[in-house]
């Protein structure tokens, strides 16, 4: 067993879709299921989701349960993975609020996340400021990069399994921690991100070709979706508008239906169901020379995606019956993730020696200068 320690964690904003799933959900299963591993953490990030949900927290609290049982329905195990809710850890607060002495305003500034925002928020004009539309930036959301860095040095992950999104997030954890041991001597783990090993699994585009699947556009296809509503969504899958006729000669780049069969499709699947072609590279090949039509592609696609969502769906069905157990888990995992957390926040405590009470040395040595 190796001694790696691996966590990650979503927002509880929606349900999870197929874009989280080959970003981050699938490979997390593949981790799990190896074993190869000290421990293991999937949390739901509620306290971060806040940060920019502050008018709809009914919304958040009813996607803690839907992103649970995203988590059991793809195949995450709570006998092998600790699967918790960050609001229920408040080591990881104390933790923040440490970490703010390590980090600048004007480095927040820079971090891209950060700074998009603020952009989008119109910051930096005095026109924008003053409307009424825009609502400035909550310092919660401009400091969730440093809340972020504590929930990743509080359980001293090694591996953080992510999409691209989180590379500032994990930069900034790596320059707080560096920091944190140079202050105050070796005491946080530095992690390391795992990114999807495949350019489609990065960035999964919507179904409309648009760069990302997001809520507000319409353009996902989610893991609980109904075998209906999936043929639906898929069925009007954006392809390649030049390729209008079918013996026209098509392009795959920019083709959200070849993206998606680059996230999914293995060699088995053409066996399968479409033994005309042996791969995805010959399926390619006869679309970019003219004499493939889109439908027959999409319905490919589409046994593909049933294939890997049944048992996801299967599984969600019966984990749906059982609500309160589902809260259970998640209470259990949250006793294990504060008992991990607080051995942290301890030794950070004694690293930062504000640990008073058990600081013999600290009460001798002023008893001794007083009694002089
Ligand atoms: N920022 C992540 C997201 O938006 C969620 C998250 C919060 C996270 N804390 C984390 C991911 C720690 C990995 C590690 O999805």
Redesign the pocket.
Same mark, same amino acid.
């Given at each position: 067993m190796s001694d790696k320690i691996i966590?990650?964690? %979503?927002?509880p904003t929606g349900r999870l879709h197929i874009g989280h799933y080959v970003g981050s959900l699938r490979r997390r299963v593949e981790l799990q299921n190896a074993g190869d591993y000290r421990r293991m953490f999937v949390f739901i990030?509620d306290a971060?989701a806040l940060t920019d949900n502050i008018d709809n927290p009914e919304k958040v609290r009813q996607n803690v349960i839907e992103v649970a049982l995203d988590y059991l329905s793809a195949g995450l195990d709570p006998e092998k993975v600790t699967l918790f809710i960050?609001s229920q850890i408040p080591e990881l607060t104390e933790l923040s609020f440490y970490y703010m002495d390590l980090v600048t305003v004007q480095r927040l500034q820079r971090n891209p996340t950060v700074k998009n925002e603020m952009i989008l928020r119109g910051f930096g004009s005095a026109e924008e400021e003053a409307d009424d539309n825009r609502r400035g930036l909550p310092v919660g959301f401009f400091t969730y990069p440093i809340s972020?860095a504590a %929930?990743?040095t509080a359980f001293k992950a090694t591996t @953080?399994p @992510?999409g691209e999104d989180?590379k500032p997030?994990l930069e900034q954890t790596v320059e707080i921690v560096r920091k944190f041991n140079a202050v105050y001597g070796p005491t946080l783990v530095e992690p390391q991100i795992m990114l999807p090993d495949n350019a489609a699994c990065m960035r999964l585009p919507g179904t409309d070709g648009k760069a990302k699947m997001s809520k507000s556009l319409g353009n996902c296809i989610y893991l609980s979706e109904t075998p209906e509503e999936m043929r639906k969504k898929v069925m009007s899958m954006y392809t390649d508008p030049e390729h209008i006729n079918i013996t026209d000669p098509g392009h795959v780049e920019g083709n959200a239906v070849f993206t998606y069969l680059d996230a999914f499709c293995r060699d088995e699947h053409f066996g399968l169901y479409l033994p005309d072609y042996a791969n995805l590279e010959e399926m390619k090949e006869h679309y970019r020379r003219g004499g493939l039509g889109d439908v027959k592609c999409k319905k490919f696609l589409e046994k593909i995606l049933n294939q890997e969502l049944d048992p996801i769906r299967a599984r969600r069905k019966a984990f749906e019956q059982d609500i309160p157990a589902i809260y259970e888990i998640l209470r259990k995992g949250c006793e294990v993730a504060r008992e991990a957390a607080a051995e942290t926040l301890s030794e950070v405590r004694r690293a930062m020696k504000i640990n008073y009470f058990d600081d013999a040395e600290l009460i001798a040595e002023q008893a001794e200068r007083y009694a002089r």
């Amino acid at each position: 067993m190796s001694d790696k320690i691996i966590l990650t964690g %979503d927002r509880p904003t929606g349900r999870l879709h197929i874009g989280h799933y080959v970003g981050s959900l699938r490979r997390r299963v593949e981790l799990q299921n190896a074993g190869d591993y000290r421990r293991m953490f999937v949390f739901i990030a509620d306290a971060q989701a806040l940060t920019d949900n502050i008018d709809n927290p009914e919304k958040v609290r009813q996607n803690v349960i839907e992103v649970a049982l995203d988590y059991l329905s793809a195949g995450l195990d709570p006998e092998k993975v600790t699967l918790f809710i960050q609001s229920q850890i408040p080591e990881l607060t104390e933790l923040s609020f440490y970490y703010m002495d390590l980090v600048t305003v004007q480095r927040l500034q820079r971090n891209p996340t950060v700074k998009n925002e603020m952009i989008l928020r119109g910051f930096g004009s005095a026109e924008e400021e003053a409307d009424d539309n825009r609502r400035g930036l909550p310092v919660g959301f401009f400091t969730y990069p440093i809340s972020q860095a504590a %929930d990743i040095t509080a359980f001293k992950a090694t591996t @953080v399994p @992510v999409g691209e999104d989180q590379k500032p997030m994990l930069e900034q954890t790596v320059e707080i921690v560096r920091k944190f041991n140079a202050v105050y001597g070796p005491t946080l783990v530095e992690p390391q991100i795992m990114l999807p090993d495949n350019a489609a699994c990065m960035r999964l585009p919507g179904t409309d070709g648009k760069a990302k699947m997001s809520k507000s556009l319409g353009n996902c296809i989610y893991l609980s979706e109904t075998p209906e509503e999936m043929r639906k969504k898929v069925m009007s899958m954006y392809t390649d508008p030049e390729h209008i006729n079918i013996t026209d000669p098509g392009h795959v780049e920019g083709n959200a239906v070849f993206t998606y069969l680059d996230a999914f499709c293995r060699d088995e699947h053409f066996g399968l169901y479409l033994p005309d072609y042996a791969n995805l590279e010959e399926m390619k090949e006869h679309y970019r020379r003219g004499g493939l039509g889109d439908v027959k592609c999409k319905k490919f696609l589409e046994k593909i995606l049933n294939q890997e969502l049944d048992p996801i769906r299967a599984r969600r069905k019966a984990f749906e019956q059982d609500i309160p157990a589902i809260y259970e888990i998640l209470r259990k995992g949250c006793e294990v993730a504060r008992e991990a957390a607080a051995e942290t926040l301890s030794e950070v405590r004694r690293a930062m020696k504000i640990n008073y009470f058990d600081d013999a040395e600290l009460i001798a040595e002023q008893a001794e200068r007083y009694a002089r």
